[in-house]
T-cell receptor, first 112, second 113 residues
């Protein structure tokens, strides 16, 4: 019940394309869902986050879509750029514990 | 505003030794969490400290311990190191008080030989 399942494991997208990464969770107590971007040798950097009271949140080229009934959420990267090539992690947390449960990560490669 | 600072960045230790890692959170942040990142297990929660008190603990053996000081700086200690403890150890800083945005440091890469 504590797992967050992330797919795909790896993704190759052409420059200018849309990258889509999906996550699913079981624990309905989770109420905070962030996405992190990690480059090699660096720590994860917070990209965007959403709470269950909204179905979509957009920040620049990054959009989170949230489906509460299906217990799924996804990250869409519009107009993907080679500089977006990194590993992306979804996470879920219950604000009462502040403990993040991370997905297994998606390695994105954007071809120039 | 300075980010999360972790020291040292790299560490090589021998099996059986102990190690202490340090984390300075963002100024004004009172919550520090520690995570272990490995290729096989991904990012796993170790523990969280808020105002010098451990608030939550992950499923790691007692060899992993931590503490937080009055200035919010935190240390993590691993005793009797095993080869499997080789990992990137990440510290995350949050303001606490209900804000769940966590900001990570660059991590300490620990290699146990």
């Amino acid at each position: 019940q504590q797992q967050v399942k992330q797919s795909p494991q790896s993704l190759i997208v052409q420059k200018g394309g849309i990258s889509i990464i999906n996550c699913a969770y079981e624990n309905t107590a989770f109420d905070y869902f962030p996405w992190y971007q990690q480059f090699p040798g660096k720590g994860p950097a917070l990209l965007i986050a959403i709470r269950p009271d909204v179905s979509e949140k957009k920040e620049g080229r990054f959009t989170i879509s949230f489906n509460k009934s299906a217990k799924q959420f996804s990250l869409h990267i519009m107009d993907s750029q080679p500089g977006d090539s990194a590993t992306y992690f979804c996470a879920a947390a219950h604000s009462g514990t502040y403990k993040y449960i991370f997905g297994t990560g998606t390695r994105l490669k954007v071809l120039a | 505003k300075a980010g999360v600072t972790q020291t040292p960045r790299y560490l090589i230790k021998t099996r059986g030794q102990q190690v202490t890692l340090s984390c300075s959170p963002i100024s004004g942040h009172r919550s520090v969490s520690w995570y272990q990142q490995t290729p096989g297990q991904g990012l796993q929660f170790l523990f969280e400290y808020f105002s010098e008190t451990q608030r939550n603990k992950g499923n790691f053996p007692g060899r992993f311990s931590g503490r937080q000081f009055s200035n919010s700086r935190s240390e993590m200690n691993v005793s009797t190191l095993e080869l499997g403890d080789s990992a990137l150890y990440l510290c995350a800083s949050r303001s606490g008080g209900g804000n769940t945005e966590a900001f990570f440091g660059q991590g300490t890469r620990l290699t146990v030989v």
